[in-house]
């Protein structure tokens, strides 16, 4: 069973299936891509809500605290701001989260100073910068902490109108970012996730291509040059029967040809009964003898196409490496072995078979498995096995 093939291209690929290039917050480039550049710049509407802190601190009766004020509201709007656009980053320090946040508390303090009560305004913003720098729910607490402080300063200190209205909205706002935030960050998980599924499924067609040529294209060729090299001997000893040889030759080479387009198109079939009659073939031209079953209906249907692929890989293997003289097929509803007597396992499988390990890949796909080593005939066993 064969692996989705990926669509050559669609919202999470590109062209040939590689992954689109990102930004820097991991998202990908697209037509989302000026949303994602100018969109923070929709977060700078909240900040006429400092005009409030703002006219307060310029109506100050002295010019320091006039300058104090505005430098503490102003710099309360900039660090927001600059927050609102780092959650483009995918991940910031704590350290300077930590940092930029005490910042702007201190900004906080110095409108407070200057504008008295309108200066708690501003504290709203630390909940928000929070929830964008620290992306966790520790930023909740820091909003929980300041909407306590809107709540109790102003009927601690002498001169203050007790007034809910900041501590809600410190609250409300900080909640309210911090759900759109966790929506985007989930975004941006599942969008990574649907890459990561398709680029697997890429993989995953090329690893199955690479296998069918591998078990095709080898196997074709491995006949065909046996078969050339009888055609050569029989050239002036038999022509006909060189002539022959050469037709068959011919065959491999189209049949091999339609298989590979075959494997590009999804459409090629190996059977087992055609396989079996394929390694006949083969093995008489090698001049080698071979037992073979007689017919395959006692093979569950959903079972033929692995022994078929099985079947080719083992006559492959001793065509190639096991200079064996006999050879014996063996097959029923739940196995196919064969079986060499050749040079056993040292050259009849090499370390680290292509052929081996996909032919492995195609059985445990299956629900069966590969058992290789010493057979009954003193060289190499190759069988796959389906459970009882």
């Not at 590109?14 to 697209?30: H, N, Y």
């Not at 940092?99 to 501003?122: C, D, K, N, R, Y």
């Amino acid at each position: 069973m064969t692996a989705p093939k990926p669509q050559p291209s669609g919202p999470a690929t590109s062209r040939w299936g590689t992954p689109p290039a990102r930004d820097a917050g991991g998202a990908p480039f697209g037509r989302s891509d000026r949303w994602r550049r100018f969109g923070p710049l929709f977060g700078m509407v909240w900040l006429g809500y400092l005009s409030e802190p703002l006219t307060a601190s310029l109506a100050a009766p002295e010019p320091a605290l006039r300058v104090l004020g505005v430098t503490g509201t102003v710099g309360v709007a900039l660090i927001f701001a600059a927050s609102t656009f780092s959650f483009r980053v995918r991940s910031i320090p704590v350290r300077a989260a930590v940092a930029a946040l005490s910042v702007q508390v201190v900004f906080v303090a110095f409108a407070t100073l200057a504008g008295a009560q309108s200066g708690l305004v501003a504290s709203t913003f630390v909940g928000v910068t929070a929830v964008f720098l620290l992306r966790s729910p520790a930023a909740l607490a820091v909003a929980a902490v300041f909407a306590v402080l809107a709540y109790v300063l102003p009927r601690v200190i002498p001169g203050w109108v007790p007034e809910d209205s900041t501590s809600i909205s410190v609250v409300l706002s900080a909640f309210a970012v911090f759900g759109f935030t966790q929506l985007i960050t989930r975004n941006r998980q599942l969008y990574r996730a649907q890459e990561e599924v398709v680029s697997l499924a890429a993989a995953q067609e090329r690893e199955r291509l690479a296998r069918d040529v591998h078990d095709v294209v080898g196997h074709s060729l491995t006949v065909v040059s046996v078969k050339a090299e009888l055609a050569a001997r029989l050239l002036r000893a038999d022509p006909d029967r060189a002539a022959d040889e050469l037709a068959d030759i011919q065959r491999l080479a189209r049949s091999a040809l339609a298989d590979v387009r075959g494997m590009v198109t999804g459409t090629r079939a190996v059977t087992l009964a055609g396989e079996l009659a394929a390694a006949r073939s083969a093995y008489d031209a090698a001049g080698i003898e071979v037992v073979l079953p007689s017919a395959v209906d006692a093979v569950p249907a959903e079972r033929q196409e692995l022994f078929a692929w099985a079947l080719r890989e083992a006559t492959t293997n001793v065509l190639r490496h096991a200079a064996a003289s006999r050879v014996v097929v063996t097959l029923d509803e739940r196995e196919l072995m064969v079986d060499d007597d050749g040079r056993g396992t040292t050259t009849a499988a090499p370390a680290g078979s292509n052929g081996l390990r996909g032919l492995a890949e195609r059985a445990r796909a299956a629900g069966a498995t590969l058992i290789t080593g010493p057979g009954s005939l003193g060289g190499f066993r190759v069988a796959v096995r389906f459970p009882a």
